[in-house]
Nanobody, 122 residues
Framework: QVQLVESGGGLVQAGGSLRLSCAAS????????MGWFRQAPGKEREFVAA????????LYADSVKGRFTISKDNAKNTVYLQMNSLKPEDTAVYYC???????????????WGQGTQVTVSS
């Protein structure tokens, strides 16, 4: 099993920045990719960004390209999501996910964190 714990959410004004962290523990050797998803009230969970084990490959949703950056520290088994130029439509619960496949579909990731709330005020 893999355990994921997110941190770093909060309330920020539009145009501001936040950095989310996701620390993995347990059978981390089984993880090939990690990703971030988000879910706003009344909406389906959507893909935000993903990164491969080496960090050499990344994927981003079109809505966050150029504003968000995913990175990782393998020594700490931690993935980060740096979010800049935040918009009110970025408001959502952000979830960290991990799995053995690299992609944008939530079904590729069997392990999930509990989520962290990000609220962007206008």
């Amino acid at each position: 099993q893999v355990q994921l714990v997110e941190s770093g959410g909060g309330l920020v004004q539009a145009g501001g920045s936040l950095r989310l962290s996701c620390a993995a523990s347990g059978r981390t050797f089984s993880i090939f990719a990690m990703g971030w998803f988000r879910q706003a009230p009344g909406k389906e969970r959507e893909f935000v960004a993903a990164i491969s084990r080496s960090g050499g490959n990344t994927l981003y949703a079109d809505s966050v390209k150029g504003r968000f950056t995913i990175s990782k520290d393998n020594a700490k088994n931690t993935v980060y999501l740096q979010m800049n130029s935040l918009k009110p439509e970025d408001t959502a619960v952000y979830y960290c996910a991990a799995g053995s496949l690299f992609g944008t579909r939530a079904t590729m990731y069997p392990y999930w964190g509990q989520g962290t709330q990000v609220t962007v005020s206008s």
